[in-house]
């Protein structure tokens, strides 16, 4: 397996340990010959499963606008049946699909996902490997790479159900500084230039969403994905690219209101000449959460050791989702045309509701002047600003009073948990930015301007129904004014 | 979460790391209020699902012998339909099953499997975490109890694939001695008590497959499974029991004839009043391994570290699998009943299969005087003793010669292998046994008679077709005939 760069020296100690399963040198001795016999697998013959068909009844994509077609059709919408079966022709037939398989997936699977990769991305060497959905996927990257003791880059406010899985492992995370734009390369730069060995090694890894953070929604440009990949290449990082919300790109905040011509932006994937980037998609957000089918994007010889790993734990991807995404490429199914067209539509749906909550926001929670939202060019989530200095109990004379240093300044931080507090007692749930806020290490890091005293942030998200986002923001706002006011309800 | 024996000492260094997720305390607070409104979760509205209904074409269990019928009927044998649909009613319907649930499975599917394990199980105060089948439940167990430097405890024949999963982890395998009826209890115990100190901690995880175990085809007896309950009642021994086998359980060898009136074992669950017992079960063998969908039963406390660890790692289990095991138990499914009628249907015909291939074996193999075929009571393999002490390059003074006392005796090994190479070019596949041998440490196990001196087994399948058993078995007879003349094709 040829690299452009060698970077073998990333896999974790654990990678290294990994042996292949020692049963599949056998299987494949089965294909030794033409007409091998075989007497040495356990596998149930497809005879005896008591499934002969699954039907999936899908969107028909043959409308022009077929997300808003299907919505509105409900029950009698179109459709655009799909189905792998035992006895009738199909892409994948129930005695490949639901036997056992290979830890990359079906070939066929397999093959789906790099169509689908190779044209919205056109990487350059790379090799497609089926997951369990995004988690599982950014998981096996993460013990892929990881060693106990090493710290892994993200943004200061990241998907904290993501952070959270590797600190296990005895990862620690270095957080990088953000702006509307997401993480400010100069600032990755100045954290790897300045890195203290005493901390332990050089950080190897740095995890990234970059279409529509979570939960900030901000989106990377071409011109800091070049900066980001730059540094990367300088200082040697794995690039992990989460980028579920690839396909829910919006137009720019300043030209809110054009058709969503916007081409889909580069990513990091695109740019990657070296094979340092290893991304994961999914079909979570595009098809349903449920389905838990994603794929890993590396080279080669990550790919290799993607599969020895699944060998050895989720042994290979179920065959439902499979065969839906088989069928659904195939000639008889939607075509890749048609997922492109799903997909635009999709996100057409999107911006709508994108601009059904910025004007409810405008009407309800603006006029308070006591919270602003971002607009995100990406994603479900609009990043919240509370102006908590506004609040009659802010105080950011904090460090003075501690005498220590490294402290906060402000009261944000307990000012934020109240708001919440008030949000839940209003009956709003929505979430903090103290859930997603990694802090620094004081020993190591700049505490001039700590994440905490950042903390005035909440996330909400315009991917639930518009009763949700009409009394939410309802809510939001009354209970604004009433904490700012200090009323009590 | 009460325990009746507290074995919270056996969690690994990883799994007491370990937090929970930080955002689900937040989802958790949508509950707080009866009428809560949520703008936190980033969930696709199901509308936005490209999927309104999934439709699952299975077997009538409404036979007397709904296998046989199935099989005999092909694409005309009568069916039971079930689906999962956004618009008709269903049991678990595509706006649950596809959108984003819980580690332990939804509600509705952790019932499923509940009620299937009360049933056969009985157990006394455990509860269901669901898993991605067999090989992804065992993973998560051997990181919850293993810590690197730890040995862990397998029969000296065992699956492979399994027990080559924690060695990354730095855990080792100690083996114990088996004979026809399985691991010896009498050997573990002594392996336990003599345990050397200087070797690490004393091994607290026993890893086991008590029906039709893997490669040897054995089921431990009831009294076998009594002695070593007991021997892990007073070592402390965690019991992973692995038993993809259990509905494939036939009449003793000594009345092959009798009807399949036997009743399935008692499992080590149902022996398990400590809740030392993390019972493994799975749908790959009674529906089909392509689901990847199976269970752990365990004790409250380590149900609750399997669903914060598959929180930070696969997450939930893929909903379509759900979908099929909730509407499968649902009044207008299967029910239990049906389930039960299918497994034991299942049972008489894999119990066909073994006297197919049984005779077949009389026929083809044993006429050679060569190789003698043990009756399994359980599972899909036959463990065939190869009488290698009959061929004539076979030497048992290899010790003698190479002044080793740990080194093997005799040339097993080799002429094994040899006959496997014979085998592949007679056009057939059969598993070695040394795929499935753990070698013991020299240093501290006893050398008396090593594992190397009994690789002369092979394990045959008779799940496939009946036309491999046929071509397979014909290979087997006549290459061995030939190996042992020492005649050249």
Not at 70 to 96: D, M, Y
Not at 348 to 376: C, G, I, K, N, S
Request: aromatic content about 10%.
């Amino acid at each position: 397996m040829a690299m452009p760069v060698d970077l073998s020296h990333h896999l974790s100690t654990e990678a290294r340990l990994r042996q292949p399963n020692p049963m599949k040198a056998i299987w494949k001795l089965t294909r030794r010959k033409p007409n091998m016999v075989s007497l040495a697998n356990g596998d149930p013959h497809f005879s005896l499963y008591p499934i002969r068909k699954v039907e999936f009844e899908m969107a028909s994509v043959a409308e022009e606008d077929p997300v808003a077609t299907w919505r509105r059709g409900g029950p009698s919408a179109p459709c655009h049946k799909l189905a792998s079966s035992t006895h009738e022709p199909c892409a994948l037939p129930i005695q490949t699909g639901l036997q056992y398989s290979h830890g990359a997936g079906l070939p066929d699977a397999q093959r789906v996902v790099t169509e689908l990769t190779n044209y919205y991305h056109a990487p350059s060497d790379h090799i497609c490997t089926l997951t369990l959905g995004n988690s599982d996927g950014i998981t096996k990257c993460f013990r892929l790479l990881g060693e106990p003791g090493d710290h892994f880059i993200a943004d200061e406010f990241s998907f904290s159900s993501m952070t959270n899985v590797p600190l296990s492992q005895g990862i620690k995370w270095v957080s990088i500084k953000m702006d509307e734009g997401g993480m400010i390369p100069e600032e990755l730069e100045r954290v790897l230039a300045e890195w203290n060995p005493e901390r332990g090694r050089r950080p190897h890894v740095i995890y990234l969403v970059p279409c529509g953070q979570n939960p900030t929604g901000s989106t990377l440009s071409l011109e800091r994905r070049k900066q980001i990949y730059a540094i990367a290449q300088r200082f040697d990082l794995i690039i992990i690219e989460d980028d579920p919300y690839y396909f829910l790109q919006y137009d720019s905040p300043d030209h809110p209101t054009t058709a969503l011509s916007t081409p889909f932006s580069t990513s990091f994937l695109s740019l990657d000449t070296d094979g340092r980037v290893m991304r994961i998609d999914s079909f979570s957000k595009v098809f349903a959460p449920g389905m838990r089918l994603g794929w890993i994007t590396s080279n080669a010889f990550f790919h290799e050791a993607l599969v020895t790993y699944t060998d050895s734990s989720t042994m290979h991807p179920h065959g439902f989702g499979q065969m839906l995404i088989t069928e659904m490429l195939a000639p008889h199914g939607w075509q890749l045309s048609g997922f492109d067209r799903w997909v635009r539509s999709l996100r057409a749906e999107y911006h709508r509701r994108r601009a059904f909550f910025l004007d409810l926001f405008q009407r309800e929670v603006a006029p308070t002047q006591l919270a602003r939202a971002t607009v995100p060019e990406a994603g479900m989530f609009v990043w919240i600003r509370v102006e908590i200095e506004k609040h009659p109990r802010y105080r950011a004379d904090r460090r003075m009073q501690s005498r220590d240093v490294t402290a906060p300044r402000t009261n944000v931080k307990e000012l934020m948990e109240e708001l919440f507090e008030r949000c839940l007692d209003g009956g709003l749930v929505i979430m903090p930015a103290s859930v997603f806020a990694l802090s620094a290490d004081p020993k190591y890091d700049d505490m001039e301007d700590p994440v905490e005293d950042r903390l005035n942030y909440l996330r909400a998200t315009f991917a639930g129904t518009e009763e949700a986002m009409e009394q939410g923001l309802t809510i939001l706002g009354q209970v604004l004014r009433e904490f700012f006011t200090e009323e009590q309800k």
